[in-house]
Each structure stands twice: as C-alpha cells, then as structure tokens.
C-alpha cells in the first residue's frame, strides 16, 4: 500500500488519523483535538510529523493544533476561507487545489454545510478520503452554517467518488446513527447486515471506521435521498433529491 494509515481517538469520541507515504515517510495528521495522544503515537512508531491538515474549525477538531506545532515544527494546511477562525496557517487551500505528502498527490474537497469553508482530503491513489465532520460514518454533519441545499451538494461530491475509496470520517458516532438509519429504510437488507456488524465492532471496543463508500451508498440514508425507496418511504415521491435530504437530516436533527 502506498500509504499508512493509523486511526488515534481523541477526546471522548473524535477520531484523528496519522497519514504515511511509505516510500518516503512523510507524515501528516488529518485534525489535533489534542496533542498527547497524536504525539504518543508518533513517538511509538518513531515518526516524524511534517503536516497538520485540518477540516473546520470547531474546537473538538483544532484546540491541540498550537502544542503539536510547538512539538513537531508540522505545516499546518487548512481552507483559506476559514482561514480567520483556524489556527495560523502555513498553507491556505481552496476547493480543486492538490497537494503533496511526500511522493503522494491528495485533493482538496470543498465540502461545506456543517460549516463554510469546510475541507475533506482525497488520496486519490490511496483510495483514502478524510472528511470530519461532512459525510461520516453511516451519517454527515448537522447542518450548523451552511443551508440544507449546500450540504446536499458536498453529498454529491462523495458520490463522485470511487466506490472503493475508504471513507475516514471523524467521530465515533455509527451505533446512533444505525439506529437511525433503520428509521428511514427499515427493510434494507444491507443497512440490517451493517447494523449487526457495528454492533458486534462496538460489543468489543473496535473503530467502525473507516467504511467503503460502496456501502456507504448502499446503507446511509444521508448519500441515499435520491432512491426512490427512500422517497417512497417518507411519503416524498415527487420531492427533489434536496428536499428530500432537508426532510432526513431534519428527522436526524431531533432523533
């Protein structure tokens, strides 16, 4: 594999992921909550941290960004539109732009809705998508910032992925967002045969991430609003594919 990928929790359900390119062991970090888990596992595996790549700026995401910089001497590379509300950057990116981490191309995604200016990391050759908070696992952000057409959108940018991209999202969220899935699509047989294996990932302490996006379009109610079953299901055959979305992440809203 051209790339390592290590999953860290952080806080009390947010996930982080160390990024290895390993022909040249380069290494970033998607998101710093906190710095001591990050630094732990760097130390353990006696590597050096050289970017920091940050989705939003919410705190749960950011807030150990200044002591990992402090430790490492790590780039930070975050959007430029939420440049004012993000720590110090050493690079500002927009939606389209590509990057480097040591021999490995990733693309900057703009994925706003949970908030503006938001970002998700695509390793294209490492079939890897790092999203936070935008489409998560079995779920996508509630919408806090932008409107429910935007967030509509960014979900179609996920569908123009790879099926066989893996997607790393950023909270440990999936039992809660199954429970809810089996509200909209109770007879899915996929999203039924999901639910069992997180429950069983979760019984025994295990990450559900990251997820294929094969069967992230085969069971998320989120990617899943322009089906037909889902229309029918919600009484909202004639609704647009946006409409029908607003009607979900309302429900998700107050679940």
């Known amino acids: 594999m051209p790339l390592e990928i290590v999953t860290i929790p952080c806080l009390s359900d947010n996930y982080v992921y160390l990024i290895r390119d390993v022909e040249t062991g380069t290494v970033a970090v ?7 888990p990050i630094l732990a596992e760097l130390q353990a595996r006696d590597w050096q941290l050289d970017q920091i790549l940050l989705t939003h700026h919410h705190y749960d995401h950011i807030d ?16 430029k539109a939420d440049a004012h509300r993000l720590p110090p950057l050493d690079t500002a990116v927009s939606g389209g732009d590509r990057l480097q981490l ?62 066989a991209m893996d997607i790393y999202s950023g909270h440990e969220y999936t039992a809660n967002n199954a429970k809810f899935a089996l ?3 109770p007879d899915n047989e996929s999203l039924l045969q999901r639910a069992q294996a997180v429950k ?7 990450f559900t991430v990251p997820v294929g996006l094969g ?16 229309k029918t299901a919600l009484g909202m055959e004639d609704a647009t594919d946006a409409e029908v979305f607003a009607e979900i992440r309302s429900r998700k809203d107050n679940f």
């Open 102 to 163: 040591g021999n490995m191309n990733y693309e900057v995604l703009d994925v706003s809705g949970h908030t503006i200016g938001h970002v998700a990391y695509i390793f294209h050759k490492g079939l890897a998508a790092f999203t936070g908070d935008s489409l998560m696992a079995w779920g996508c952000g509630r919408v806090f910032e932008g409107t429910m057409d935007m967030m509509w959108e960014t979900m179609q940018k996920f569908h123009a992925l790879p099926r």
């Open 183 to 185: 509200t909209i699509e």
């Open 200 to 206: 069983a990932e979760r019984a025994k302490g295990e």
């Open 64 to 79: 150990g960004v200044e002591e990992l910089v402090k430790a490492t001497g790590a780039k930070v590379i975050g959007a």
């Open 30 to 36: 998607v998101d710093a909550p906190e710095a001591a």
């Open 215 to 230: 069967l992230e379009l085969a069971t998320n109610p989120f990617l899943r609003a322009g089906h037909i079953k889902v």
